[in-house]
């Protein structure tokens, strides 16, 4: 069974600053894939980033990037550059087979103006 | 249209009521999900259907009974719930369920109260 941590349930920013959420995970398979999910107050969960483990280059879209450490087991994401809409719960999660989405606990992002 | 839709947004239910939750997506995805979330906590995967098929049943209580009508519609029907079922309901759907790295596309849930 996939598991995924993420150790930190509240974190605040400055606008415009640049935050680093954490996440690790664990999976016995060898070829998997790892999402972050932005999910706002009360507004529909969205897909920020996608990263496939296979491939060593880190995923980037726009202001978000990830740090993928395969060994560590380690997929972090970095938002630069933070906006107020950056607001919302972020959800790390691993896919197990090719439909079940496990996510981490979540880590509630603030932005301060 | 890049959007699943849910109906209702909200719902109040009794322990003895019948009641369906409905999902809908026109993206011409062929697997649809539906989830539980509870406050603060992530979703946890309840049902999956692939290609009209139940494919995922996550030993969800046989109170809750999912439904695939077409390949555009989710159903997800409702009967003697209990009070710890009060929930955000999530529904998603994405492109081919058999292909690990497909994007889940969301609805904006139906927030349940069992009362």
């Known amino acids: 069974a996939q598991t995924v941590t993420q150790s930190q349930p509240e974190m605040s920013v400055q606008e415009a600053e640049t935050v680093t959420l954490s996440c690790t995970y664990d999976?016995?398979?060898?070829?998997?894939?790892l999402f972050w999910y932005k999910q706002p107050p009360s507004r529909q969960m969205i897909l920020v980033i996608r990263q496939e483990a296979y491939k060593q280059q880190n995923a980037t879209e726009n202001r978000f990037s990830v740090n993928f450490q395969k060994a560590a087991k380690s997929f972090s994401l970095k938002i630069s550059d933070s906006q107020l809409g950056d607001a919302a719960m972020y959800f790390c999660a691993c896919i197990q087979g090719a439909q079940k989405l496990v996510f981490g606990q979540g880590t509630r992002l603030t932005i301060n103006p | 249209d890049t959007e699943v839709t849910q109906t209702p947004k909200h719902l109040v239910m009794g322990m003895t009521n019948k009641k369906s939750l409905k999902c809908e997506q026109h993206m011409g995805h062929r697997a649809m999900y539906w989830y539980k979330q509870k406050a603060k906590k992530p979703p946890e995967l309840m049902f999956v259907y692939s290609y009209e098929k139940l494919s995922i049943n996550e030993s969800v209580p046989s109170r809750f009974s999912p439904e695939c009508p077409n390949s555009s519609l989710l159903n997800l029907h409702l009967h003697a719930l209990q009070p710890e079922d009060s929930a955000l309901y999530l529904c998603a759907s994405s492109q081919d369920g058999g292909l690990a790295g497909d994007e889940q596309f969301f609805g904006p849930g139906t927030r349940l109260t069992v009362l």
């Open positions: 999976t016995s398979e060898s070829d998997y894939y």
